[in-house]
């Protein structure tokens, strides 16, 4: 089971496509430490009782700047489940954070939208670029020498304007000692005023699909593995061509859970506000259970929209491995 807890809506840097930039002015939110702690317990249990391992991602925001963060990463490990985290990076240059990164987390995730000229802009993070070239690879350089299991992974934002470059970047990006390599496409639900200018063509979307067959042997002599595969550019085709894709059942809440900083727990982030459930009224391993049921009745009680075009990177097969498809999309009830 993966639980991915948005824990803070706050962040240092000024994206331009996301809905958290620094420069936006509205109430930043931060999810309740206690509530992370009971629903901890609620997964600990759940894996004791089942063996299903959990792996709980902490979101932002920017996560790593979240204070309370290492004392619940420490209480979380102390109960047996993994830990992960996606990161802007900006925190990286800190030794203390990063032997607690070695010696704590199962995986990071790292934002890398480009090289210096795209990556810094971008961002809003002068030196950006380059300042993830020194601290990234001395961060895998300490996990090897302290024997960590720690996968490093780096995800990139896709766009019109860096898809070119996409297939350079892998190959800087596995010599900085990443091992996976993952991507989303530009979406345009959180900063639409973004989104025309900058989102993937059907022309860039055809050269990215003649591209992937070369970046995929190149990164794998490199040590690294680009993942994603045809259900995954099925999507992102569909999305350049503004077709939707529907999902009728995701089996929402079976494998996958996503929790937002004020606590509420939704089969994904798309959904939250149709079928958001207080973490607070899940206080056993038999609620945790009965969530995918609960989900199911919300949805026959009242569909989502959302699902009526599934930008879900969980349903659509980002983490697919590319030669091992998952069952294509489902289509509408």
């Not at 420069?23 to 309740?32: E, I, K, V, Y």
Request: charge should be neutral.
């Amino acid at each position: 089971m993966i639980v991915v807890w948005r824990v803070v809506d706050s962040c240092n840097l000024a994206c331009g496509f996301c809905a958290f930039d620094k420069r936006l002015g509205f109430p930043r939110s931060q999810a309740a430490p206690a509530d992370i702690l009971r629903f901890a317990a609620v997964l600990a249990e759940h894996q004791a009782g089942t063996g299903d391992r959990v792996l709980l991602s902490w979101l932002g925001g920017e996560p790593l700047r979240w204070q309370p963060l290492q004392a619940l990463t420490h209480a979380v490990r102390g109960l047996g489940l993994e830990v992960s985290a996606t990161t802007n990076g900006t925190t990286l240059g800190s030794p203390q954070l990063r032997r607690h990164l070695c010696e704590t987390y199962k995986e990071l995730t790292i934002s890398v939208d480009g090289f210096s000229a795209f990556h810094d802009p971008s961002r809003g993070w002068a030196g950006g670029f380059e300042k993830l070239r020194l601290w990234v690879p001395a961060l895998a350089a300490e996990a090897r020498a302290l024997g960590s299991r720690l996968k490093l992974r780096a995800n990139v934002v896709l766009m019109h304007q860096n898809v070119g470059e996409f297939a350079a970047l892998c190959r800087e990006l596995a010599g900085w000692g990443i091992s996976e390599i993952t991507y989303n496409q530009l979406g345009g639900r959180d900063r639409p005023e973004f989104y025309p200018e900058h989102r993937l063509t059907r022309a860039d979307v055809d050269a990215l699909e003649r591209a992937l067959p070369e970046i995929r042997p190149s990164l794998v002599a490199r040590g690294a593995v680009l993942i994603g595969g045809e259900q995954y550019l099925t999507r992102i085709r569909a999305s350049a061509r503004d077709e939707r894709i529907p999902v009728a059942d995701c089996d929402p809440g079976q494998s996958f859970l996503f929790i937002d900083e004020k606590g509420l727990i939704s089969p994904c982030s798309f959904t939250t506000q149709d079928y958001g459930v207080d973490v607070g009224s899940v206080r056993s391993a038999a609620d945790l259970a009965a969530l995918p049921d609960r989900f199911r009745r919300m949805r026959q009680a009242a569909r989502s929209r959302q699902c009526d075009d599934c930008l879900s990177t969980q349903v659509c097969g980002k983490f697919n491995a590319a030669r091992r498809e998952a069952p294509a999309l489902a289509a509408a009830e």
